[in-house]
């Protein structure tokens, strides 16, 4: 089994900066991409950013040079640094984690979701 324990959501003014972090645990043999959506309400869950095992990464269009993508293979961490964080940011990020099981399938898993809210 594995889990996602995600941390760092909250309130911020416009301007703001937030920095999310998720840790993987469990039993697995790798860990292939790591990534943060993000819903807000009445819309579709979408990507906000990604990066592979190699360090390639991937952002939304919305939040290019502005949040930061990074990770820890030898701790099975990602990290989101989120900066002149905005109104329209404004929703529940969830960790997301693909990955090669111990018999070499590939799964993916979602955190719980944390709540990031940018408001005066």
């Known amino acids: 089994q594995v889990q996602l324990v995600e941390s760092g959501g909250g309130l911020v003014q416009p301007g703001g900066s937030l920095r ?3 840790a993987a645990s469990g ?3 790798s860990i292939n991409v ?3 959506y993000r819903q807000a309400p ?3 869950r979408e990507l906000v950013a990604a990066i592979t095992s190699a360090g390639v990464t991937n952002y ?3 939040v290019k040079g502005r949040f930061t993508i990074s990770r820890d293979n030898a701790k099975n961490t990602v990290s989101l640094q989120m900066n002149s964080l905005k109104p329209e940011d404004t929703a529940v990020y969830y ?5 090669r099981t111990l018999v070499m399938s590939v ?3 979602w955190g719980q979701g944390t709540q990031v809210t940018v408001s005066s």
Not at 95 to 99: F, H, M, Y
């Open 60 to 62: 939304a269009d919305s």
């Open 27 to 29: 039993t697995f043999f």
């Open 34 to 36: 790591m990534g943060w």
């Open 20 to 22: 999310l972090s998720c």
């Open 107 to 109: 799964r993916d898993y």
């Open 95 to 99: 960790c997301n984690v693909v990955l």
């Open 42 to 44: 009445g819309k579709q």
